[in-house]
């Protein structure tokens, strides 16, 4: 299908034509028409997918016909858990809008009150707002929700775990009951089809690609580490390789982020921390500096690298596992994005195990796990004969090779990638650089947690 099929207005057909894409995601060639056609919709579909412009472009094409509502409110709210996120729509309402007129204001957390009463003072189109600071405005009577279209939840499933559930019922009250309701969300349980049964008409559905599609160009490598130790000499070994261009490393707490941004940039690495204790500048002119290639290593805690999108990340590299398996998807998601591939490394100890159980659940597939000669782990994981999907862990693959070229990027039929099956491709990495030994204070959260040295 191409975009002109689902009948777009010819400045938004140009604005895609300018941004390169030559045909809709699964999500967009799916939920566009649908949206065009005035219904609710529930769309299932993870970060990378193409959503944004799923929900952009129906938004931009409804503004070509003049509002007959009264006011100045926006016409279309969008709302987002994080100002990342945010920022980031923010920006694809411009690419995608650039041959219309289109005012379009960003409501976010973090930034002065003052420059945000003037934007609402005006007439304005489209608001992309972060729950929390929209119902400050809500309060004080700085917003007019009543000639309110459209309604964007994205990423909803995140809002209500962040604790915006009452915010986003009560932004939803104060529009009107005949506005439209677009839901994005990367996973569906009850309470999201309870949210979804308060806020929404008649919806119609739409699942995009499972999990596992999503990743499809991401390869996925498990490498067990003994202890924290291990896992700074395994950190040690990637920073050091030449083919990892760019890269996201996650850790547990914002504390650990600038401990260990702290010891690379001793170590003479191009890096920086992106938690959410940094002000909103902060945070944007580290995005820039990594969009710029002025920061090569990013170490980050899941809420600030929500929804990041900076091309050309090579490498994803989870230090700490994450707690909830969907955001083990979502770290991954920051590679292999739009069309590139990607590799995403994760470290795991036995005391990770269950984190680790979780995210294989939710993937549906084990991590295939592969060993660093020189720092092969000492102790396994905890033996286990099946996984959830009677898989046996796979052996280490290093020494391993597979010729798997990764499928269509947009493909949802859901294959299975190569990745998963221990098939992954092998590299070559080079030694890895030596350093001298530091030994620096550990600063992260858990007694029991060994002091961190980095060899
Ligand atoms: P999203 O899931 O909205 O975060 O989009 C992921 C990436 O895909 C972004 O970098 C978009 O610019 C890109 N993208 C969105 N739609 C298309 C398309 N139809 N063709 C190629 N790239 C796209």
């Not at 008409?201 to 067990?224: C, D, F, Y």
């Not at 920086?272 to 805690?301: E, F, P, S, W």
Request: hydrophobic fraction near 40%.
């Amino acid at each position: 299908m191409s975009f002109a099929e689902l009948q777009l207005h010819p400045s938004i057909l140009k604005a895609i034509d300018a941004c390169g894409y030559t045909e809709p995601t699964p999500i967009q060639e799916k939920a566009i028409p649908m949206a065009m056609a005035g219904h609710d919709l529930i769309a299932t579909a993870q970060t990378g997918t193409g959503k944004t412009a799923a929900f952009v472009l129906p938004a931009l094409q409804r503004l070509n016909v003049p509002s007959t509502g009264t006011g100045r409110g926006p016409r279309m709210l969008i709302l987002t858990p994080t100002r990342e996120l945010a920022n980031q729509i923010t920006d694809s309402i411009r690419s995608y809008g650039k041959f219309m007129r289109v005012k379009s204001c960003a409501i976010l957390g973090g930034m002065p009150y003052r420059e945000q009463l003037r934007l609402l003072s005006q007439p304005v189109d489209i608001v992309i707002a972060t729950p929390g600071r929209l119902i400050d405005h809500l309060d004080n009577r700085r917003i007019d929700l009543r000639r309110l279209e459209m309604l964007i939840l994205d990423e909803a499933d995140r809002m209500l775990d962040m604790g915006f559930t009452e915010d986003v019922d009560k932004i939803a009250a104060a529009a009107p009951s005949n506005r439209q309701t677009l839901m994005f969300t990367a996973t569906m349980d009850n309470t999201m089809a309870q949210l979804a049964q308060r806020l929404l008409n008649s919806p119609e559905r739409i699942t995009i690609a499972g999990k596992k599609a999503t990743l499809e160009n991401i390869e996925q490598r498990l490498h067990v580490a003994d202890d924290l130790r291990h896992k700074n000499r395994l950190l040690q070994h990637f920073v050091s390789d030449i083919t990892v261009t760019k890269a996201i490393i996650f850790s547990a707490t914002k504390r650990d982020a600038d401990a260990l941004a702290q010891e690379l940039y001793e170590q003479g690495h191009k890096v920086a921390a992106l938690h959410g204790d940094m002000n909103q500048g902060a945070r944007n002119r580290t995005i820039t500096d990594m969009r710029r290639g002025k920061v090569r290593l990013l170490v980050a805690t899941d809420v600030a690298a929500r929804g990041l999108d900076v091309s050309g990340i090579s490498h994803v590299i989870n230090f700490d596992l994450p707690k909830f398996a969907e955001d083990y998807v979502h770290r991954i998601g920051r590679t292999g994005r739009a069309g590139a591939s990607g590799v995403a490394i994760s470290f795991a100890s036995l005391n990770d195990q269950n984190y680790l159980d979780k995210i294989e659940r939710f993937i549906g597939q084990p991590l295939p796990q592969h060993v660093i000669p020189g720092l092969e782990p000492t102790r396994g994981l905890r033996p286990k004969s099946t996984t959830s999907r009677g898989h046996k862990r796979g052996a280490p693959t290093a020494g391993r090779k597979s010729n798997a070229a990764p499928a269509s990027r947009w493909s949802d039929n859901g294959a299975e990638s190569g990745a998963g099956n221990g098939k992954s491709r092998i590299k070559k990495w080079g030694a890895p650089k030596t350093s001298k030994a530091v030994t620096v204070e550990y600063r992260g959260a858990g007694a029991n947690r060994p002091s961190r040295r980095v060899i």
